[in-house]
Nanobody, 124 residues
Framework: QVRLVESGGGLVQAGGSLRLSCAAFGGTLSSYAMGWFRRAPGKEREFVAAISKTYGNTVYADSVDGRFTISRDNVKNTVALQMASLKPEDTAGYYC?????????????????WGQGTQVTVSS
């Protein structure tokens, strides 16, 4: 069973950038399609970005499209989320997730494995 560990969160001013990373242990990320989700205080977890298993096809939530970029490095066994032009409303816990299928999915319930999350706080 793969274990996912996120890193790279922190406090940043509005307009700034952060790069989140997700590392896999006990499994190979190339076997999974991957996604990033987030949960803001008082809100449900929501989809942010996803990348397919094989061809690197990506999909983004409308709220982050054009500002965030998801990528994967199957050699390093990591998935990254590059975040730019951050806004206070991007403040949330960010979670990496893996699903056995091929396609990049926006559906939370299709992801079997989850990390513990990393906090991103954007100040105005």
């Amino acid at each position: 069973q793969v274990r996912l560990v996120e890193s790279g969160g922190g406090l940043v001013q509005a307009g700034g950038s952060l790069r989140l990373s997700c590392a896999a242990f006990g499994g190979t990320l190339s076997s999974y399609a991957m996604g990033w989700f987030r949960r803001a205080p008082g809100k449900e977890r929501e989809f942010v970005a996803a990348i397919s298993k094989t061809y690197g096809n990506t999909v983004y939530a409308d709220s982050v499209d054009g500002r965030f970029t998801i990528s994967r490095d199957n050699v390093k066994n990591t998935v990254a989320l590059q975040m730019a032009s951050l806004k206070p409303e991007d403040t949330a816990g960010y979670y990496c997730a893996a699903r056995p299928g091929f396609s990049a999915s926006v559906r939370i319930y299709e992801y079997n494995y989850w990390g513990q999350g990393t906090q991103v706080t954007v100040s105005s």
